[in-house]
Each structure stands twice: as structure tokens, then as C-alpha cells.
């Protein structure tokens, strides 16, 4: 027996409890980076701000966020680096370390965020996400995508304290990179599907919290695919916000299950197989059509709203042959053996990957 509040409690009695961080503050839309001294101050940040960037993304806006800064009374340093790799990363920490950073700024797309947050998650520090482009959902989640012997690690890492997504910035970006990122947030459908399956046949944590937010953001993008076009700025700002709360649902659920399952374990599994072929959202997005065709779903609607948006939905545009893509469906179930999907635990035969692929028009 336990005593709260003056009551006894037996020890059956409901405990259950969840800590849930999200960003403090998303500001989007046209011009915002100027406003990045303004976001700092009213954080409470002070001292020396570390930029992380790579040698384009300094010049796209990291240049840009310093002056700023500077202008504002900040000290401000740089840390220039490339993939997210476990060397990288070091590079990010001991920099930081060395010029006593405050705070850190990742500036740049998936690789600069993903090695400022997980950054701040080692060393303690805050974090502000500032996107030059939006390939992926990673912007304002808590997870990071770090490159080890094996491939691509999913990581708890820093939730942002805010997000500043200039619309203007982003659109400068290739258009490629905004399509995976939307083809990403279109491949939370199969994700959900999977987190249900699971829930059903394993009786898997669930939140219907995080499943409407996935979903929410997911079929955003399908129903305004005819809108999302190169060179429009309104497009970006049309994806932008469904590709941030699709990040958001994650720290609502506690994990990546709401945007991550079969579709992201093909996409995975071609990164060991073909690496760096293609995008990862472009991958995930080929994905999604497969695995909504595993479970019965309209994987047709999945394929219009891809190619609506210019993203890959066969291998040839994926750069991969249709053996790799095979090879991928077959040995995807063993990416993450503690992921319940409709890949299930034996994986499919070479007979049903090739029959799967072939139906949906993949090879």
C-alpha cells in the first residue's frame, strides 16, 4: 500500500504517467528569419549561439541567422559539417564545448537539425530548428537520424524549443527536397495502418492523440497534392505545417510509431542495399504504396497524390533496379525486429515481394 495525497493506494491502482515536450514555438511563413533575434530573446537564450550548418546552408541563411544575432548582441560561432554521422556529431559537441555555447541553431535540412539536436540532447543545451529546406518530417521532432556501421539509426534526441521555417528560404531549396519531404508526411497512412495492426494483434501502447495528428497531416497532403508545384512559394507554405505536426505527433506518442512503420523499414532497408540512391522520403513514399497494397488499402491514391507532387513511385525513379527493390521487401522485416508491421516477422518470399512490386507498378 501506498499513501498520495491522504489516500490509500493498492499497487494496482492506476500510475501511469507521460512527459510530452513539444516545440514552444512554430513560426512559419515568408521573411520569418529575421525575427530570429526576437525568438532567442523571448526564450530567455543569452551567450554564445553555435550555428550548425554545412558550407551551402551557411550561405543559404546561416550567414543571414548570425548577423542577426550579432546585431542583437549575441556571440555567435559555427560548427561546418556534412552527413549525420557519429563523427560529425563529435565535431558539433567538442565545438560546442570548446566556444562554451549557450544554445545551438541547426540551419540546413535533415542532416544539419538531426546533429544539432542530438547535440543538445548530449550536452543539455536548447535547440532552435531552422529548416532551409523540408525533405523530411524531422524538423520539429524529438528523433534523430544518426548514421552508424549499419545504416541510419533512429535516436531520442532534443525536442526544438521553437521552430523558424522561412517559406522563402525553403522555396530556394531543389523542389525534390520539399516533394520527400511530403512524400514522407503522405507515408504516415502505412504507418498508422501498422500501429493499428499492432495494437490489434499485439496489443501495442496506442494513442489516438498521435494517430489523429499523423493522420491529420498525411491526408493534407494527399488532398491538396494538385497545389504543391515547383517555384510556388505557397506550396511550401501549404506543405510546411502538416510536414511539422507530422514531427509533432512523435512527441505526442513517445516514439516514431505514428510516422514511422513497414514503409519506413523498406526505406531502411535500401539505404543498406542502394545507399544513397535516393531520398529517404522518396524511398518511405515508394514504400507506402507497397505496403497500403499488403494491407488492402487504396494504394492507387497513394501513387496519384506521389506523382501529383513529382515524387518517385517506381524504382527506376528511385535509381534502384527491381532486385533491389525485392531484396529490400524481403529483408526489411529485420530492420527493427521491436517494430510490429504487416511485414510481420518472417518478412515475405521472394514470390510475394516480386508480386507485390509488380501489381503496384513499382518495377
Known amino acids: 500500500m501506498r499513501v498520495r495525497s491522504g489516500v490509500l493506494m493498492d499497487e494496482g491502482d492506476f500510475t501511469k504517467a507521460r512527459s510530452m515536450l513539444f516545440p514552444r514555438q512554430v513560426l512559419a511563413g515568408h521573411g520569418v528569419l529575421d525575427q530570429i533575434s526576437s525568438v532567442c530573446r523571448d526564450f530567455g537564450l543569452s551567450g ?19 548577423d542577426t544575432l550579432r546585431d542583437d548582441g549575441y556571440e555567435v560561432q559555427f ?117 493499428e495492426f499492432a495494437r490489434r494483434l499485439r496489443n501495442e501502447e496506442f494513442s489516438r492523440s498521435a494517430y489523429a495528428l499523423a493522420n491529420y497531416t498525411a ?60 531520398l529517404h522520403g522518396e524511398q518511405c513514399g515508394v514504400g507506402c504504396i507497397m505496403m497500403m497494397y499488403l494491407h488492402g488499402g487504396d494504394w492507387i491514391r497513394i501513387r496519384s497524390a506521389l506523382g501529383k507532387i513529382r515524387a518517385p513511385t517506381s524504382a527506376i525513379e528511385l535509381g534502384v533496379s527491381r532486385e533491389q527493390v525485392i531484396e529490400a521487401l524481403m529483408t526489411a522485416h529485420k530492420i527493427r525486429k521491436d517494430r510490429f508491421t504487416i511485414l510481420g516477422t518472417m518478412g515475405l518470399t521472394y514470390e510475394a515481394a516480386e508480386k507485390v512490386a509488380t501489381i503496384t507498378r513499382v518495377i
Open 48 to 66: 554564445t549561439a553555435l550555428i550548425v550548418a554545412g558550407e551551402k546552408t551557411k550561405k543559404i541563411a546561416g550567414n543571414l541567422v548570425a
Open 219 to 278: 491526408q493534407t497532403i494527399i488532398d491538396n497534392a494538385d497545389l504543391i508545384r515547383p517555384n510556388l512559394e505557397e506550396s511550401v507554405w501549404i506543405a510546411i505545417r502538416p510536414i511539422i505536426i507530422s514531427g509533432i505527433s512523435m512527441s505526442v506518442a513517445g516514439s516514431s510509431r505514428p510516422t514511422s512503420g513497414s514503409e519506413h523499414m523498406f526505406s531502411h532497408a535500401l539505404d543498406i542495399i542502394a545507399p544513397g540512391k535516393a
Open 79 to 195: 560548427a561546418l559539417v556534412g552527413d549525420a554521422n557519429g563523427e560529425d556529431l563529435k565535431t558539433v559537441e567538442n565545438t560546442a564545448k570548446e566556444v562554451k555555447a549557450s544554445f545551438l541553431l541547426g540551419v540546413g535540412g535533415g542532416s544539419k537539425i538531426d546533429l544539432a539536436k542530438m547535440a543538445g540532447k548530449d550536452l543539455g543545451l536548447a535547440f532552435i530548428s531552422i529548416p532551409t529546406s523540408a525533405s523530411h518530417d524531422g524538423i520539429a521532432s524529438g528523433r534523430a537520424s544518426i548514421k552508424g556501421k549499419t545504416g541510419p539509426m533512429s535516436l531520442e534526441a532534443k525536442v526544438p524549443l521553437g521552430v523558424v521555417a522561412d517559406t522563402g528560404i525553403i522555396l530556394k531549396a531543389p523542389y525534390r527536397l520539399l516533394a520527400s519531404g511530403c512524400a514522407d508526411v503522405i507515408s504516415n497512412s502505412t504507418a498508422l495502418m501498422d500501429w
